[in-house]
């Protein structure tokens, strides 16, 4: 689970949520999709995959969206998780 903070002042990963969901902030606002774009992108960046490997599933139109990754063993996208976790908790 993702929840997205649109038209944010300064695009990044905020953390994680106790429900466990990471907390990402994008400066495209909600309008026409362009946060949802914006949020895709930036997943793929992170995990190092190609935006089309990324897609939201549920919560298009919400905050909080399911995505979907395509390409990555579970261990791996925890991995990867866990390591921007890291580097946002270090101002990196």
């Known amino acids: 689970m993702v929840r997205v903070q ?3 002042k300064r695009a990044g990963l905020k953390g994680r ?3 466990g ?3 990402v902030a994008v400066t495209a ?3 026409g ?3 949802n774009r914006a949020v895709v992108e930036m997943l793929a960046e992170w995990l190092g995959i190609r935006p089309r490997q990324v897609r939201i599933a549920r919560g298009a ?3 909080s969206k399911s995505v979907e990754i395509d390409g990555l063993e579970p261990a791996v ?3 990867r998780i866990a ?3 890291r580097t946002s908790e270090h101002g990196e």
């Open 17 to 19: 949520r106790a429900d």
């Open 29 to 31: 606002p909600a309008e």
């Open 6 to 8: 649109p038209g944010a």
């Open 61 to 63: 139109a919400a905050r």
């Open 83 to 85: 390591e921007l976790g």
């Open 21 to 23: 969901a990471l907390q």
């Open 33 to 35: 999709g362009r946060a």
């Open 77 to 79: 996208l925890e991995r």
